[in-house]
Every structure is written in structure tokens, then in C-alpha cells.
């Protein structure tokens, strides 16, 4: 059986992490790791909320060596939480802060490790391990899982890096959370896996995002997002230089890239993939629309429905997305949005069929929907639209609704606003067809609407 | 309170009505009630675009490591607060 290593640091004292200002030698990477995988307790199924990138990673790679699967759930919300332990009952989470605010038993991770002694070998693990698992919002209201094999994982991060061109070590500090698909592959196992070093920190605000880029050493890399980017070059007037820039979760506007190549000097690569597929593909935003796929990875049409082969792709995987290929080639495309079903708001998916199956499981709901407006204003194009939605609910108050809502989907998907009507405009055969939800969205946003609302 | 003091948290609560295209009239923020989560229901997208708009509004930039984000974040009151303390314009 085939096996990958763990990390692609080849010398001991290459560094893996920068905390504190200070770099974190692959030698004590490797320790921490055997420390922490010693010290997990019993249970095969780990959440990761480490916040700390750093502790983040020895965390997974800690589950890796011991043969445990890292869950990787949509949302943390109470509902998806009882999902969690109804699939995998003997989850328990890991956390480097207190009261992460979740309903499982909590390992914390050691505020202290020891110093590394001798030179630990590079664990070799089978590519045919599943190492995580990761929840998409299905569509019938179940968290529907995806497992994820190291060695699909590591093709998959390694393919990446070549595609930038991250052949010696360099540095990267990221602005999204580890702990989804993307977080996992470009800010974690991407720097394991190609010898770069990751920043331990997430910066929020622009300008810790700027200082946190600033004490890296050069080539150092930026990991954000198109709402990140757009914060941060409109709210700091100086930035620091950096040597690539990367961004995904949702379409970058070619005017912000261009603004973002300038200012911070370097080139700016956006990432496309999915949960299912992984990574697949990149475009340099300023140099045109298509999109070249990965070594490897090929798509080809099927009716209205285009799929992912080749590569780290195991087996052919429809895509969540509106895709045409560039003249017939199955390495160049297009992206034309996503599918009706699907949502992207802020890097986090969901479908509406998941959205409305909680929105009408609340006691009091007769009938529900959320509606995702079609405007392409700049917030719609970097995915930070909210939805709306409309309900039947004679005896509950907007707060009722909202409140229970939080209790079953993530807050980035609550609706602005939420209205009530006395039925929805459904057609015979029970369906809401697009346009009648829209022109009930057109009536709301009219001035003239103020009984919508309580 | 001073009518100073006052004055600056309509003006913040007009801010984040605005940043966020809030569907509620400024002056229906309860100065206590929490803005994250339960209470007002802004996220950490919201926190950033408020952020942004208090930049530029009073010359000054939030930093985590400066203060504690939740307490600054928890209310109308304590973010007017950290803004009359830190503000440059």
C-alpha cells in the first residue's frame, strides 16, 4: 500500500509555524505531535476547534498518526452538534480555549509541551486513510458527509502548490478559519506539504492582518477571501508588501484584484473547488475570466451538469457550479454562478432545501422559505448577500423565529429581513416558482410595504 | 452621560444602521442590549464592515490585540465608549 508523509520539511530545523514571532522547527512540530497524539483521549472521531493555527495543525496531524478522523461540520450550532454525535457518538472536541461553547466533552490542548528531545522520524501514512470527514447541508435537512483520504489530500494540496509555484520555503498568515475545506487545504496542509511555514495567528481586523503579514519573513504569502480583501484595501492606506497573494469562497471582481496586485505588490491567484472535489482549479484574476484546472483534472459536460475527474478526484464528482468550458477544452472554463439550490455567503455553503427544511421544522411555522436575491451589486459578487425570508407563522413573533433559527443554522444565513405573509404565492402543484418569490421580495423592498413585518 | 457622549452613540448607532443596511431605526439599538449574536444578530461580517466605517469615520483602526474585541463588541454603549477613548478625528 502506497503511504505519503506527513510533512514535506525535509531538515529538522526547517521551519513549520511562525508564533510569537518565532519560527517552529519541523523537530518540535514532529514532538508536539507525538506528545499530543499520546494525550488524546478514547474516541475516534475528533472536532478540531483549535483557533490557534498552529495548535491546529498538530491537533489534525496528531488524529492522523493515531488513526482518528477529523469531523468537519458546516456550523457549530446546537442541531448540527446533536447531527454530530448521532453519526460519529463518540466525538469528542479538542480546544485551545475555554468554554468553546459546544455540547461534547472537551480535551484542551496542553498549554504546555515539552521541548524536543531527539530527531523523531517523518510518519509515513497510507493514502488510503480516511483522515476526515467533512458536512455539507443536504438537502433534507441532514449534514450529508464527505470522507477525505490522505492520499487525495495530499495530491490534491500538492497539485496547489506547484500551480503557485511554491517550490522552497516561504511564509503564510490566513484570514480564513482551518476548519473547512479550503482553511484545511491552503493554510494547513498546503504549507505541511510543501515545505512552507504557517502563521499561528487568524488576524481579524485590517490592520491586525497587516501586521501579522509584516513580521513574516519573504516569500510570504497571503490566504483571504474577496470580503477580507475588500475590507482591508479600503480600510488600510498602507500595506506591506507580499509575494502571492490567494483568494477563494467566492468570485473576486477583476477591479479588486487589480486594486490588490498594486497595493500589496504581488500576484493574486484565486482558488475554485468544493467540498466534494477539493481543490480544482485557479485563474490569475487580472490576467482573465478562465478559469485552467489542476494537473490532471479534466471536466466534461453532461446535460446541464459538469464533472470532475483525473487527478487527486477519485472518482468523477458533479460540481455545485454553472460551468462552461473555454472552446470545448476540459482544462479551461468558465464560472457562471451557482446552482438555484445552492447559498455561498461569507465562504459558507448551504443549499435552500437544507435552509427551508429547518426554517419549516420550527413549531409554529406553517410555511416558510428563504429567498436569495438576485441583485449583482458588489456584496452579491463577494458573497456576503443575505437572505431573506417569508413566512406563515400566526402566533410567533419575528424574535420567536429568529431565535430558534440560530438554534439550527449557521448566524450567516439568518434572514434580513424576515417578513410574514398570510400564504406564500405557491403554484398548483405546491412549488414556489422563482419569479413569484422574487416579485414577493420587489413588494417588500417598496416603500409602500409596512405590513410585512412584526 | 454628557450630551457629548450622547450625541456619539446615535451617531454610532446611525453608522451600523447604515453599514449593514439594518432594517431598524437607529434609535431602536438598546445602548445594553448585546449586538453579536442574540440581541441586535450581527456576525463577525458585520463586525468588519463596522470596523471599516469607524476607520474612516474617526481615524482610527480596531486591533484585536489592542483590547478585548468581545467587551468592545458586546454593546452600542461599550463600542461608543472605545471610540470616544481612541478616536482621532
Known amino acids: 500500500?502506497?503511504?505519503?508523509?506527513?510533512?514535506?520539511?525535509?531538515?529538522?530545523?526547517?521551519?513549520?509555524?511562525?508564533?510569537?514571532?518565532?519560527?517552529?522547527?519541523?523537530?518540535?512540530f514532529l514532538s508536539d505531535v507525538d506528545q499530543v497524539a499520546g494525550l488524546l483521549p478514547a474516541g475516534r472521531n475528533v472536532l478540531n476547534l483549535c483557533r490557534d493555527r498552529y495548535r491546529f495543525a498538530v491537533t489534525l496531524a496528531a488524529c492522523i498518526v493515531s488513526a482518528r478522523v477529523s469531523l468537519l461540520p458546516s456550523t457549530y450550532t446546537p442541531e448540527m452538534v446533536r447531527q454530530m454525535r448521532r453519526i460519529a457518538p463518540d466525538v469528542f472536541c479538542v480546544a485551545d480555549q475555554e468554554a468553546p461553547g459546544v455540547d461534547l466533552p472537551v480535551f484542551h490542548y496542553p498549554d504546555r509541551l515539552p521541548t524536543s528531545?531527539?530527531?523523531?522520524?517523518?510518519?509515513?501514512?497510507?493514502?488510503?486513510?480516511?483522515?476526515?470527514?467533512?458536512?455539507?447541508?443536504?438537502?433534507?435537512?441532514?449534514?450529508?458527509?464527505?470522507?477525505?483520504?490522505?492520499?487525495?489530500?495530499?495530491?490534491?494540496?500538492?497539485?496547489?502548490?506547484?500551480?503557485?509555484?511554491?517550490?522552497?520555503?516561504?511564509?503564510?498568515?490566513?484570514?480564513?478559519?482551518?476548519?473547512?475545506?479550503?482553511?484545511?487545504e491552503s493554510t494547513v496542509l498546503m504549507p505541511l506539504q510543501s515545505g512552507g511555514a504557517l502563521h499561528a495567528t487568524r488576524p481579524f481586523f485590517p490592520?491586525?492582518?497587516?501586521?501579522?503579514?509584516?513580521?513574516?519573513?519573504?516569500?510570504r504569502l497571503l490566504v483571504t477571501t474577496p470580503y477580507h480583501l475588500r475590507t482591508l484595501l479600503a480600510e488600510s492606506a498602507k500595506v506591506p508588501a507580499a509575494d502571492l497573494l490567494l483568494s477563494a469562497t467566492a468570485p473576486l471582481a477583476r477591479d479588486l484584484a487589480h486594486a490588490a496586485e498594486t497595493r500589496?505588490?504581488?500576484?493574486?491567484?484565486?482558488?475554485?473547488?468544493?467540498?466534494?472535489?477539493?481543490?480544482?482549479?485557479?485563474?490569475?484574476t487580472t490576467s482573465g475570466a478562465a478559469w485552467q484546472t489542476f494537473a490532471d483534472i479534466r471536466l466534461r459536460c453532461e446535460g446541464e451538469r459538469v464533472w470532475?475527474?483525473?487527478?487527486?478526484?477519485?472518482?468523477?464528482?458533479?460540481?455545485?457550479?454553472?460551468?462552461?468550458?473555454?472552446?470545448?477544452?476540459?482544462?479551461?472554463?468558465?464560472?457562471?454562478?451557482?446552482?438555484?439550490?445552492l447559498v455561498n455567503i461569507a465562504g459558507k455553503r448551504s443549499s435552500l432545501g437544507y435552509l427551508n427544511y429547518q426554517l419549516n421544522a420550527i413549531t409554529g411555522v406553517l410555511d416558510g422559505v428563504f429567498i436569495a436575491p438576485l441583485d449583482g451589486d458588489d456584496r452579491a459578487m463577494e458573497g456576503i448577500r443575505r437572505l431573506m425570508a417569508v413566512v406563515v407563522a400566526p402566533g410567533l413573533t419575528s424574535a420567536d423565529i429568529m431565535q430558534a433559527l440560530?438554534?439550527?443554522?449557521?448566524?450567516?444565513?439568518?434572514?434580513?429581513?424576515?417578513?410574514?405573509?398570510?400564504?406564500?404565492?405557491?403554484?398548483a402543484t405546491g412549488k414556489l416558482p422563482e419569479h413569484a418569490a422574487q416579485a414577493l421580495l420587489a413588494r417588500v423592498r417598496s416603500p409602500m410595504t409596512t405590513d410585512l413585518k412584526r | 452621560m454628557t450630551e457629548a457622549h450622547c450625541e456619539l452613540q446615535s451617531e454610532v448607532a446611525r453608522l451600523i444602521v447604515d453599514?449593514?443596511?439594518?432594517?431598524?431605526?437607529?434609535?431602536?439599538?438598546?445602548?445594553?442590549?448585546?449586538?453579536?449574536?442574540?440581541?441586535?444578530?450581527?456576525?463577525?461580517?458585520?463586525i468588519l464592515e463596522v470596523a471599516l466605517v469607524v476607520s474612516k469615520r474617526f481615524g482610527f483602526q480596531l486591533r484585536t490585540d489592542s483590547a478585548d474585541n468581545a467587551r468592545i463588541f458586546g454593546s452600542l454603549a461599550s463600542l461608543t465608549e472605545h471610540i470616544a477613548a481612541a478616536r482621532t478625528q
Open chain 1, 207 to 219: 490592520a491586525d492582518i497587516c501586521a501579522a503579514l509584516a513580521s513574516l519573513p519573504r516569500p
Open chain 1, 308 to 341: 470532475a475527474e483525473g487527478g487527486h478526484v477519485a472518482t468523477p464528482t458533479p460540481l455545485g457550479d454553472v460551468i462552461e468550458l473555454v472552446d470545448a477544452d476540459p482544462t479551461r472554463f468558465l464560472l457562471h454562478g451557482r446552482h438555484a439550490d
Open chain 1, 117 to 184: 528531545g531527539a530527531d523523531l522520524a517523518i510518519p509515513n501514512i497510507a493514502g488510503e486513510q480516511v483522515v476526515a470527514q467533512v458536512f455539507t447541508s443536504g438537502s433534507t435537512g441532514l449534514p450529508e458527509p464527505h470522507l477525505k483520504r490522505w492520499g487525495s489530500l495530499v495530491r490534491n494540496v500538492r497539485a496547489e502548490a506547484q500551480r503557485l509555484g511554491l517550490t522552497r520555503g516561504y511564509a503564510m498568515v490566513a484570514t480564513v478559519p482551518a476548519q473547512h475545506m479550503y482553511g484545511l
Open chain 1, 1 to 28: 500500500m502506497s503511504t505519503l508523509p506527513l510533512i514535506a520539511h525535509r531538515c529538522p530545523d526547517a521551519s513549520v509555524a511562525w508564533r510569537d514571532g518565532l519560527p517552529v522547527s519541523a523537530r518540535q
Open chain 2, 19 to 46: 453599514a449593514l443596511n439594518l432594517d431598524i431605526k437607529p434609535e431602536a439599538i438598546q445602548p445594553e442590549a448585546r449586538l453579536y449574536g442574540e440581541g441586535l444578530g450581527l456576525d463577525s461580517i458585520d
Open chain 1, 264 to 284: 500589496f505588490a504581488a500576484p493574486l491567484v484565486e482558488i475554485y473547488g468544493c467540498t466534494e472535489t477539493g481543490q480544482i482549479a485557479s485563474r490569475r
Open chain 1, 406 to 427: 440560530r438554534q439550527r443554522i449557521d448566524p450567516v444565513f439568518l434572514p434580513r429581513p424576515l417578513l410574514f405573509v398570510d400564504e406564500l404565492p405557491r403554484n
